[in-house]
């Protein structure tokens, strides 16, 4: 984990290390999501476990992470004699890039409120100091 903005900013980072920044994903989310997305089907659960080499406990737990931040759709299948069981599918990418460019715009404009409070703030005292030595 970074320390500063301007370290995160000197990071070589790809795609998936976006679902880290702006959701605080652990690697095992993005291979997870990697296996869901290059999956010509819907995968079950133990599908996703076999593929990533864990227990189903520890897939369902990084697919409900998935899940929570909207990267991963669950769907039911029905069997004709009663029950059902679930599969999970990615996102459309261009729903996933508008929510993060959502939240980007937010954080900016977050920023730029924050920044401006310090200006005002740090300015004020700065003025008073400067009127203190004269």
Same mark, same amino acid.
């Given at each position: 984990?970074? &320390?500063?903005? #301007? $370290?995160?900013?000197?990071?070589?980072?790809?795609?998936?290390?976006?679902?880290?920044?702006?959701?605080?994903?652990?690697?095992?989310?993005? $291979?997870?999501?990697?296996?869901? /997305?290059? #999956?010509? &089907?819907?995968? /079950?659960?133990?599908?996703?476990?076999?593929?990533?080499?864990?227990?189903? #406990?520890?897939?369902?737990?990084?697919?409900?992470?998935?899940?929570?931040?909207?990267?991963?759709?669950?769907?039911?299948?029905?069997? $004709?004699?009663?029950?059902?069981?679930?599969?999970?599918?990615?996102?459309?990418?261009?729903?996933?890039?508008?929510?993060?460019?959502?939240?980007?715009?937010?954080?900016?404009?977050?920023?730029?409120?924050?920044?401006? $409070?310090?200006?005002? /703030?740090?300015? &004020?005292?700065?003025?008073? #100091?400067?009127?203190?030595?004269s």
């Amino acid at each position: 984990m970074t &320390d500063s903005m #301007s $370290e995160l900013l000197r990071q070589d980072m790809t795609c998936e290390g976006l679902l880290e920044c702006f959701h605080g994903l652990k690697e095992l989310d993005k $291979e997870v999501f990697r296996v869901v /997305t290059q #999956s010509d &089907d819907s995968l /079950t659960v133990d599908e996703i476990a076999e593929q990533i080499d864990r227990e189903r #406990s520890t897939a369902y737990r990084s697919v409900r992470r998935l899940m929570q931040t909207g990267f991963v759709q669950k769907e039911q299948i029905n069997y $004709e004699q009663g029950g059902y069981y679930h599969v999970y599918r990615p996102t459309d990418p261009d729903v996933i890039a508008d929510e993060m460019q959502r939240l980007l715009n937010d954080w900016y404009a977050k920023m730029g409120q924050l920044i401006g $409070e310090f200006r005002e /703030t740090y300015a &004020d005292t700065a003025s008073q #100091s400067a009127a203190a030595e004269s």
